[in-house]
């Protein structure tokens, strides 16, 4: 990993919660702060690209989600809660932003790390001073979504979190990605392999007790950039429209030759677009002053 970024953890409640740190957090205070969201079932570490490549003076943290990466999970045992929400996820997010003094910070999700932004839309909207919703969804879990991911409860039950990485990998990269024979898979296959049963568990559950968000995209105030890779499966661009239209004065980018996860499939591309949307709409003003 880059020398630039720290491994940081912080103490909530009774649980650790590891996140990644970059750029100036400390005095003196940083134009802006992103706050990167990660992807099921990876972790903080699918960021690193975009933690080393910051545009100057601006400073970004990124956590892992409980049970993901270093975070310590809800408990070590399955099943999950059956209650276990997104809301969870929110707390340590905000806990993270109120150890490094970030008042307002740019909400950058991808996938479940979009569906924890949305999460957090509704719970401290005066948090974000943007959003960047990277493949991702507004809308709830449908029946056979609900059914599909019952049964990989099922599947981790029995055979564990491994299996359902290797279940889910076809599905996050892209056709070019995948016919390049580069080593995102390799890197990617890496950070899944992080993930603790109870993380995987409770992630899944979290997912399928998300409340649609499409009612709520109509009141994003924040500047908002939505982000598709062109070869998703999981998540179709039709999915990226609905955010467009939803959402006042947004902007989609897609990202040729991409799949689930542009910013590791494509990153100098994803990069340049954060980079230069981060420039043109955002102000700054996201660190809290010193008493």
């Not at 999950?80 to 929400?85: C, I, L, V």
Request: proline share 8%.
């Amino acid at each position: 990993m880059d020398p630039a970024i720290q491994t940081r953890q912080l103490a909530v409640g009774r649980r650790t919660v590891r996140y990644l740190a970059a750029g100036p957090l400390g005095e003196p205070a940083p134009l802006g702060v992103v706050v990167f969201l990660h992807a099921f079932p990876l972790n903080a570490g699918m960021w690193a690209g975009q933690l080393a490549a910051l545009p100057p003076g601006w400073a970004a943290v990124a956590p892992d989600f409980r049970g993901f990466g270093a975070s310590a999970p809800d408990s070590a045992e399955l099943p999950p809660r059956a209650d276990a929400d997104l809301n969870d996820y929110v707390d340590d997010v905000l806990a993270v932003m109120d150890a490094e003094r970030v008042r307002r910070g740019v909400v950058c999700g991808c996938s479940m790390g979009g569906y924890t932004a949305f999460a957090l839309l509704r719970r401290a909207a005066d948090r974000l001073a943007g959003l960047v919703l990277v493949d991702t969804r507004a809308t709830a879990d449908t029946a056979r979504d609900r059914a599909s991911r019952a049964a990989m409860l099922e599947l981790l039950a029995a055979q564990g979190p491994a299996v359902i990485a290797e279940q889910m990998l076809p599905r996050l990269l892209g056709e070019s990605t995948r016919a390049a024979g580069t080593a995102v898979e390799g890197e990617v296959r890496r950070l899944a392999g992080a993930a603790t049963p109870s993380g995987v568990g409770h992630a899944i559950v979290r997912m399928m007790n998300r409340a649609d968000a499409t009612p709520i995209l109509a009141a994003v105030a924040c500047p908002t950039l939505v982000v598709a890779g062109e070869e998703d499966v999981l998540i179709p661009a039709a999915e990226a429209e609905v955010l467009k239209r939803g959402i006042p004065g947004s902007r989609l980018v897609m990202i040729p030759r991409a799949g689930h996860l542009p910013n590791l499939e494509q990153p100098d591309a994803f990069n340049a677009v954060l980079t230069s949307w981060l420039g043109e709409v955002v102000r700054p003003e996201s660190r809290t002053p010193n008493p």
